[in-house]
């Protein structure tokens, strides 16, 4: 919903990332590729040729700070607007206030957070206010818009892609707030400079966890008798400790607890991956990250031994996306302990790597004539789709044709299982090969199981 923000509101009431918003460019850290000297982005803001546009990146790198320093530079009306709390119906009220204000020379920048909630059919309403010129869109989205904007919306809309922060980023960020007066410059704070490195690498890019965690170490830091506040490793450690080894996505424990879910529920302990699931859920892993390893386990390790599980986990993936956290627990849990229960083939797994590795070694077999396409009348002479048969024509819906390159014809790549549902995929594969043998033209290398 639209913000409106008190003239006199005390900023000691602020969190400390509110008070320490950057007010201009020269205060905003990071995304030089976008805000350096001579960039795109800098120049259409210092030259005030500010159009729609989508920043996309992920959380705490300053999507909204840079839409108010946009606003603020460019002396427009500046309407600031959730897609999680708000509503179309909100939104399509500020435009047409928006509207009313461009007949009077007024100019309106809507910032719309996290603009991809809105489904392609509401995001419909932006168009022909953007069409109009009674709105400048700022969208910001941690999604991909290819695939999340409307085409037409996001076609007038200049995208812009906001890096995570770099550890020296924060670092200097919080430098600079240890000595502002918005931040702790009034205060004497004594913090080991590695302790600022520590807090740069635990808050993985994010600006807005970087600045949490030093207001609660500076918070609950000691005080000695002259005043000063010193920040120890064990205060640190305390704030920290819950979430550390998981924000580190390059560290070991984050991929051990990984690892650990997915061996739980390959090893069908629905208890074990329920436990390893909330220890990645309540260190703050993200969910969607979480959802895309069940997806790819429903095929690696369960497979056609029941088929449904690649559709449980791509409904647990949706959900996750649709809900966020933490209602998205549930729908984690539902998929976990259905795939640990499910029963286990890695049929289609060891189908892949085997015909990988022939696809990689053996590059030049060629595709027999019989199934390749022939639409010239030259390809036609040379004999190409010689041989064909349509499956479709024929009572048994088969035929003997062989498709594989003649080299290769020995290959089973496929071997089925006699888990679950897979069993009756291996007594048909058996039925075929076996038809395919019976009805193979003589002095033809056969197929073999």
Sequence with gaps: MMKQTALFEQEVEQPLAARMRPRDLDEFVGQQHLLGAGKILRRLIEEDRISSMI???PPGVGKTTLARIIANRTKASFADFSAVTG?????????EKADEGRRFGERTILFVDEIHRFNKAQQDAFLPYVEKGSIILIGATTENPSFEINGALLSRCKVFVLQALTPEDIRQMLLHTLRDERGFGRMQVDIPEQMLDQIAAFSNGDARMALGTLEMAVLNGSIGQDGRISV????????TSKKSLLYDKNGEEHYNII???HKSMRNSDPDAAVYWLARMLEAGEDPLYIARRLVRFASEDVGLADPRAIEQAVACYQACHFLGMPECSVHLTQAAVYLSMSPKSNALYMAYESAKKDAETRLAEPVPLQIRNAPT???????????YVYAHDT???????????EDL?????????????ES?????????????REHDVPNRRQAEM
Excluded at 232 to 239: C, D, G, M
Excluded at 395 to 405: G, N, Q, R, T, Y
Excluded at 409 to 421: A, F, K, L, Q, S
Aim: positive net charge; aromatic residues 10%; glycine residues 8%.
């Design 259 to 261: 690892s650990a879910l």
């Design 377 to 387: 009348s030259l390809m036609n002479s040379l004999g190409y789709g010689k041989g």
């Design 424 to 436: 009756r995929y291996a007594q048909r594969l058996s039925e075929i090969k076996a038809w395919k």
């Design 409 to 421: 014809m020995d290959r089973n790549y496929y071997v089925p299982t006699n888990e679950g549902i």
């Design 232 to 239: 120890t490793e064990e205060i640190l450690a305390q704030i």
């Design 395 to 405: 009572a048994e819906k088969l035929s003997a044709m062989h498709c594989l390159p």
């Design 87 to 95: 509503g179309i119906r909100e939104a399509r009220a500020i435009m």
């Design 55 to 57: 920043f996309w990146g």
